[in-house]
């Protein structure tokens, strides 16, 4: 389809395992974001990247995750030595504009289960 | 903050009555946006208002906003089973709240 694909919908993952999400924007968006959305809470802001430059990592939770999109196209959201609190739905939006109050597209999102 | 801010947390009504919900927010504008989720699903775009409008219409939705409160206001007329849901607001950032949500019984 022409929507924003993410894959795998569904990752459980063991304790301090490595995972990688993969976000497909919509072809020739400049924006793509990406959020952490618990069980019950609003999605949170994790980062955006305009094109390949990654503009804002401020809701970055630790070191421990990671955002690229190389090519300025896909996007891979990875988390390493994940933990029980990493739990939770990983959402991805894109934005055919720069980001500045634009609507923005999102996927179905990764639920990550990690036990 | 820079992200818009629901209220209330939950919200319950008999099918036909209307829905309505707020946000608030603190820093200023260009546009304000209304989102929808479905359980287990992404969120959908549902209406973007710009700073120098005070309402917009669509379909059975009507939305307001009043800069001079940093608030607005989404109105779901006639309501229907099919808009139980979660609904966010989000500002220029793209940042959103918890959101309201809205259940609608038949």
């Known amino acids: 389809g022409a929507g924003v694909s993410q894959s795998p919908r569904y990752k459980v993952a063991k304790r301090g395992q490595d995972v990688a999400l993969r976000c497909d924007p919509i072809?020739?968006?400049?924006?793509l974001f990406w959020y952490q959305q618990a069980l019950g809470q609003g999605p949170e802001f994790l980062t955006y990247?305009?094109?390949?430059?990654?503009?804002?990592k401020s809701g970055l939770p630790s070191d421990r995750f990671f955002a690229e999109r190389p090519e300025g196209s896909v996007s891979t959201l990875k988390i390493q030595r994940t933990q029980q609190e990493d739990s939770a739905v990983y959402l991805c939006?894109?934005?055919?504009?720069?980001?500045?109050?634009?609507?923005?597209?999102f996927g179905e999102g990764s639920w990550l289960t990690v036990v | 903050s820079q992200q818009g801010e629901e209220d209330p947390q939950a919200l319950s009504i008999q099918e036909g009555e209307n829905a309505t919900m707020n946000c608030s927010y603190k820093?200023?504008?260009?546009?304000l946006q209304w989102y929808r989720q479905n359980s287990g699903r992404g969120l959908v775009h549902l209406i973007l208002?710009?700073?120098?409008?005070r309402e917009k219409h669509s379909g059975r939705l009507r939305v307001t906003l009043d800069t001079s409160k940093k608030s607005s206001s989404l109105l779901i007329t006639a309501s229907r089973a099919a808009d139980t849901a979660s609904y966010f607001c989000?500002?220029?950032?793209?940042?959103f709240g918890a959101g309201t949500r809205l259940t609608v019984k038949p």
């Open positions: 939006a894109s934005s055919p504009d720069r980001a500045n109050g634009n609507t923005i597209y």
């Open positions: 072809s020739g968006h400049v924006s």
């Open positions: 990247f305009q094109n390949e430059a990654q503009l804002d």
């Open positions: 820093t200023s504008i260009n546009n």
């Open positions: 208002i710009r700073s120098n409008e």
């Open positions: 989000a500002t220029a950032l793209m940042r």
